[in-house]
């Protein structure tokens, strides 16, 4: 159980152009999802929570109309990367949120990764 | 603000031995421990986690971790280690009080030899 999937698994696009990235829950529903940003060996820069039927919220420095979330069902949130940069070239990892208080646990996709030309 | 420390960039073991990968936390209040295992070019598998109660936590592979609030650690653990724990293990940190943010560790790269 617990199975999160995300599309596309690796992504190649020209500057200037957009690109949607879909998470799933597959097995469970997620009333919150989270996205990823990881650089090469780094960790994981927490980038949006992303709540269904609600707009996400951003962490500090992330540009809210540059990365696009919308988490239209219990089982889906996706990740618009608008107007591609080579700077935003990286690894792209959603998770999802199963329970809640003290027996959340969040799992994670296998991740996108986006390059940029 | 809650924070993570894993002292280690690698830890090199020979298959068979015991290994340990070390994590350091900083919260405000009680701490929500995770560990988390990465295969290159994946995403991240949920290990195990402390919660409360008692302080060894067994979780997946055979793994377990130890949580020691007077040292602020909750370091990983594994008895026998195969090549195929080679990975990049990630400790994560929930303040209770923080409203579900994980916060991560920077990783430690495990290498486990034949």
């Known amino acids: 159980g617990a199975v999160v999937s995300q599309h596309p698994s690796r992504v190649i696009c020209k500057s200037g152009t957009s690109v949607k990235i879909e998470c799933r829950s597959l097995?469970?529903?997620?009333?919150?999802m989270f996205w990823y940003r990881q650089f090469p060996k780094q960790s994981l820069m927490l980038m949006a929570t992303?709540?269904?039927?609600?707009?996400?919220?951003?962490e500090q420095g992330v540009e809210k109309d540059k990365f696009l979330i919308n988490h239209a069902s219990l089982t889906l949130s996706t990740l618009t990367v608008t107007s591609a940069h080579p700077e935003d070239s990286s690894f792209y990892i959603c998770?999802?949120?199963?329970?809640?208080?003290?027996?959340?646990?969040?799992?994670f996709g296998p991740g996108t990764r986006l390059l940029v030309l | 603000a809650q924070s993570v420390a894993q002292p280690e960039d690698q830890v090199n073991v020979a298959e068979g031995n015991p290994l340990t990968v070390k994590c350091t936390y900083s919260?405000?209040?009680?701490?929500?421990l995770f560990w988390y295992v990465q295969y290159p070019n994946r995403g991240l598998q949920f290990l195990l986690k402390?919660?409360?109660?008692?302080?060894l936590v067994k979780g997946s592979y055979g793994f377990e971790a130890e949580f020691n609030k007077s040292q602020t650690s909750f370091h990983l653990k594994k008895p026998s280690a195969l090549v195929s724990d080679s990975a990049l293990y990630f400790c994560?940190?929930?303040?209770?009080?923080?409203?579900?943010?994980?916060?991560f560790g920077t990783g430690t790269r495990l290498l486990v030899s034949p």
């Open positions: 998770s999802a949120r199963l329970g809640q208080g003290p027996q959340e646990t969040q799992y």
């Open positions: 097995d469970f529903q997620a009333t919150t």
């Open positions: 992303s709540n269904e039927g609600s707009k996400a919220t951003y």
């Open positions: 919260v405000s209040g009680n701490p929500y």
């Open positions: 402390y919660i409360t109660g008692d302080n």
């Open positions: 994560a940190v929930r303040d209770i009080g923080s409203f579900q943010k994980l916060v």
